[in-house]
């Protein structure tokens, strides 16, 4: 029989189990400790390991994270397709568990543990949240045993860079216990690389904080605490007993979790339907970038369509400009193609002039047709109201292209 990891990790000299863990600095505890259960609202649950500290929350299936629903109504296919799991595709919202984890420190390794795990799933359309706490390390077993207690009807994770943190921080912490992980199986979305593809040309910053205030319109309250505080507040109460100033912790645990299902259930709704919201024209565009990479290139089409139709800045509009023509010339649909630009066309958008006049040329051997349609892109190009750098990238592309059109028809 083959040593398992933890069996591995003492014969290298490393403790298992959370026994011996302590801060840097040795904190001796008083005597005045406090119940948990009568400051922080929780509870304590038996496992087979001892009893855990869990306190709940229970959201109503109509409850909003800002202005946005936390229960899935959104289909997963096209978040399966994005994260490279089809087992997601056949997922109910019931077997996902949303995760999140408040640990003593950031540099990861066997001596960093998670003293909360922040879970939460749909139970009955609800949204049942629970944060386990570990009141002191030689209790980690019994947490642990509630996470899996907790995760046993679930399926998937859904997190938020849990991929390179907070799973593989649990997965030591169980091999080190000698208990098997629960998640090993699960699929996993991880909605921090998904909200950089979508907003890094548009945001400042990624991080779920910021993104509950520009995407979910759900600032956080004062309770909050600084995630660099968190650990030193837990070493804290590790040396008074004082159980109060966790709260602030609580609070920011349980955000975490609320707002990763709020972001999820509005990320699926863009990928499953993105040309009913109304959206940046960045945000168009990345996800125009994101169909376009899953080869779903019909809905990248209209997504760089809808794009070249909106506000953009300078950068963006190039690129996507760029972007557009050359998936039309890989796809080469020229009959739906030209419908597609005819429409734009009618509807005075520039880039479908200059693509018909192209086709017109190319195509169909059409001098003066091609020279109709770039007169008209000229005279678009040069309306009042269109911001400068549009007008310079289409005029000195469009000035060319004439000259060289009314230079093949003299020809003839």
Not at 161 to 169: H, I, Q, Y
Request: proline share 6%; aromatic share 8%.
């Amino acid at each position: 029989m083959s040593p398992s990891l933890a069996d591995k990790l003492k014969s290298l000299g490393v403790k298992v189990g959370a026994v011996d863990i302590r801060p840097q600095v040795e904190i001796p505890r008083t005597s005045s400790s406090l119940p948990l259960e009568d400051v922080l609202d929780g509870r304590w649950i038996a496992t087979r390991r001892g009893e855990a500290f869990v306190v709940e929350k229970i959201y109503p299936a109509d409850s909003c994270q800002g202005d946005l629903p936390i229960r899935l109504a959104a289909s997963l296919q096209r978040m399966a397709l994005w994260a490279n799991d089809p087992r997601l595709a056949g997922l109910v919202p019931e077997q996902l568990a949303f995760l999140d984890t408040e640990t003593s420190g950031l540099s990861g390794g066997t001596g960093t543990y998670a003293f909360m795990v922040g879970l939460a799933r749909y139970i009955d359309q609800n949204f049942h949240l629970a944060m386990f706490f570990m009141p002191a390390p030689e209790q980690e077993a019994a947490l642990l045993e509630a996470v899996a207690n907790f995760l046993a009807p679930c399926a998937a994770l859904v997190t938020f860079n849990g991929k390179s943190f907070d799973a593989p921080l649990l997965k030591t912490r169980y091999a080190l216990q000698n208990i098997p992980c629960p998640f090993d199986d699960f699929a996993h979305i991880d909605l921090l690389p998904l909200a950089r593809r979508l907003w890094r040309d548009r945001l400042p910053s990624r991080a779920l904080k910021a993104l509950e205030v520009d995407i979910l319109n759900a600032p956080r309250g004062e309770e909050e605490v600084p995630g660099y505080e968190i650990p030193w507040l837990y070493f804290d109460y590790l040396r008074s007993g004082d159980p109060a100033p966790l709260k602030g912790v609580f609070y920011h645990n349980a955000l975490d979790v609320v707002s990763m299902a709020a972001l999820l259930n509005y990320t699926a709704g863009l990928l499953e339907n993105p040309h009913e919201a109304e959206l940046h024209g960045l945000d168009i565009l990345a996800l125009a970038r994101l169909f376009e990479d899953l080869r779903m290139w019909d809905e990248a089409v209209r997504l760089y369509e809808r794009a070249l139709e909106s506000v953009l800045p300078e950068t963006g509009f190039a690129e996507a400009t760029r972007r557009y023509a050359s998936l039309q010339r890989r796809r080469g649909d020229l009959a739906t193609a030209v419908k597609l630009w005819e429409r734009a066309a009618g509807e005075g958008h520039i880039y479908a002039h200059v693509e018909l006049a192209k086709h017109a040329e190319h195509r169909q051997k059409d001098i003066l047709l091609a020279l109709r349609w770039t007169a008209i892109a000229i005279q678009l190009s040069n309306a009042p109201g269109l911001p400068a750098y549009i007008r310079a990238h289409w005029l000195i592309e469009l000035e060319h292209r004439k000259a060289r059109l009314e230079g093949k028809r003299n020809e003839k």
